[in-house]
């Protein structure tokens, strides 16, 4: 079955919440968390809104196992922006990254600043190849890495002592924490503990309703995206619920404003709040705060409601690696969708003619409004 074509999809509630390990043997002495307390410890993380937010779980277990040491973190430019909003991080180093990324030798004057540095000890929690290289050229001797998921001839010369790769069934902060068990961390519960700067907190207070509902109705590709018809369908099927207020955010890119845009004129109620223009990650996380629930897709958006403690209601096509990114517990639904491109290595060619992922279209406004809490 193309997807595209007709069929059912399924409503879930996640209904457990995170396994965690203590574990207290390392794979290697070198890697063991109380051997030679570091000075400077290095992460590098490449990632973007999600992929950040999921790591900060592990960042809050390393300041607390090197709590005099200091703690400095590699990551791209929208992921300064969320450790800005996390307390223990003494230095954050910014790698630009675009569509295509630039070559290795754009940041040679960065890597000499990390290599400057000093670090004593490394944990590299995705084992991507930038994220090796960066690592290794810093000179960090005591050097901590999750196996890639791709093979290469380089990575036993680069990645120091590789732990065993933690279960894909568990979400990525917790496969992330799951590194440092397995290097002799011993672990607490999870947690992402993010700090709003009050001027942001007061900048939505102004302007946001106390207990609105948060969509989300924008995603990195359009083929994580929910069609904007049923988005309009869903919007107006909350209004009809007695003092509810919505309001609505995105990106400044131009698609997702323009998408911002049609919603309003569709659903056309001043209920419907619309924060056009670019909007920092803290100034997210303040209209998040004042929100009760987030509506949205399989987004970094998503991800920083979790972290901030909102219930959340999902659209997701079901792909793999979706259990890693899906936000786990009992506060957390979602409407799945069968997909047929899930065992793919690229989108159905319907799905790219029409520049959606068609099976997105088959779930009903309804039965994600059923899951929105009253």
Known sequence: MACGEAGGFEVESASSGVQTLGVTSASSPSARADADPPRKVLVVDLG??????????????????????????????????????????????????????????RHLDLQWGL??????????????DRTLFVTAFAGVPRRVTRPCRRYRFWQRWLAGTVVPAPSRELPVFEQRRQVLAAAGYTLEPARFDLEVPEVERLWAAERVAAGSIHLSINASSPFKEWPLARWVELSRLLLARPGVQLVA???????????????????ADPRLQIITGSISVARLA???????????????????AMALGLRTTSVFRDYAGLKEWRPPGERHEAVVSPCQCVDRSRMSPD???AGTALCLERIRAEDVARLVPE
């Open 115 to 128: 290599f400057r540095e000093r670090f004593d000890l490394a944990v590299n929690f995705s084992g991507a």
């Open 249 to 267: 955010t995105g990106s400044p890119q131009p698609r997702e404003q323009a998408r911002l845009a049609e919603l309003a004129a569709q659903v």
């Open 351 to 353: 799905c790219v003619a």
């Open 286 to 304: 303040g209209v998040l705060s004042r929100c009760a629930v987030q509506v949205g897709t399989d987004s970094g958006v998503t991800h920083l």
């Open 48 to 105: 973007f809104l999600g992929d950040t937010i999921h790591l900060i779980p592990a960042l809050h277990e390393l300041r607390r196992h090197h709590s005099t040491a200091e703690l400095h973190v590699v990551t791209a430019p929208v992921g300064a922006e969320v450790l800005g909003l996390v307390r223990g991080i003494d230095r954050v180093w910014l790698y630009p990254l675009g569509k295509p990324s630039p070559p290795w030798w």
